[in-house]
């Protein structure tokens, strides 16, 4: 079984900074892409930032400047470094990761959330 767990939500005041986290675990052969989204609610999930296994970035235009995401392949953890941080930031950040298990099977995981909350 695999696994994605996220943390370093919580309470931040506008233009403060935080860091999340998320770790796969499990059967893992190989992990390739890893993204974080995020959800507000009333709307859906959307990308924040995308990381390939080589290294390749993409950031949505509304964190672009704010937000650097990065991996350490060797513990299978990607972050996500959220600086100057805004209410609209305010949502429930999902970690995603594209897979190869040990049994070649290649699936999307996604973790369980960790809340960001921007406010005064």
């Known amino acids: 079984q695999v696994k994605l767990v996220e943390s370093g939500g919580g309470l931040v005041q506008p233009g403060g900074s935080l860091r999340l986290s998320c770790t796969a675990s499990g059967n893992i052969f190989r992990v390739n892409a890893m993204c974080w989204y995020h959800q507000a609610p009333g709307k859906e999930r959307e990308l924040v930032a995308a990381i390939t296994s080589g290294d390749s970035i993409n950031y949505a235009d509304s964190v672009k400047g704010r937000f650097t995401i990065s991996r350490d392949n060797a513990k299978n953890t990607v972050y996500l470094q959220m600086n100057s941080l805004e209410p609209e930031d305010t949502a429930v950040y999902y970690c995603?990761?594209?897979?190869?298990?040990?049994?070649?099977?290649?699936?999307?995981?996604w973790g369980q959330g960790t809340q960001v909350t921007v406010s005064q």
């Open positions: 995603n990761a594209d897979i190869w298990t040990s049994s070649m099977r290649r699936s999307d995981y």
